[in-house]
């Protein structure tokens, strides 16, 4: 990357932890852990504009319908509304796919909070499960854990 390209950065205060952004073997970009994260903490929010269930699909299907980049930011919250992290994220949406993931995302209160599930090791990349409905268009997962299950959709 040259100094004239966009170079994402967790915004300032987003997490209690130093975090990272930085090419990932994962996907493009990923979070990593500039310090020892204990398990069970709160790592960072997975923040963004929210939006409704139809405005999300609304965003998915344009965004499926261009060329070129297919990449979006979309969290399910509950039932009827999403977070899009591609409008006022923190951070939390460079955060890649894993089958083992070491963060798990809670809903609290209208919020999704990613916690550690066990002690993530300084350097080490951040990863959850986005658990992508089954009967959705599968998406190849890349995470190279030895428990990869091949997609990251839910089989």
Known sequence: MS????????????SQFRLKIRRSEIHRVGVFAAQKIPPGRKVIEYAGERVSIQEALRRLRKIWARKGSKHFYLMRLNRYWCVDGAVGGVGGQWINHSCDPNLAPRRNHGHVLL???????KGEELSFDYRFPGNSRPVPCKCGSPKCRGTINLN
């Open 115 to 121: 916690f550690s599930t066990r002690q993530i090791r």
């Open 3 to 14: 100094s004239r390209q966009f170079r994402p950065a967790p915004a300032p205060g987003a």
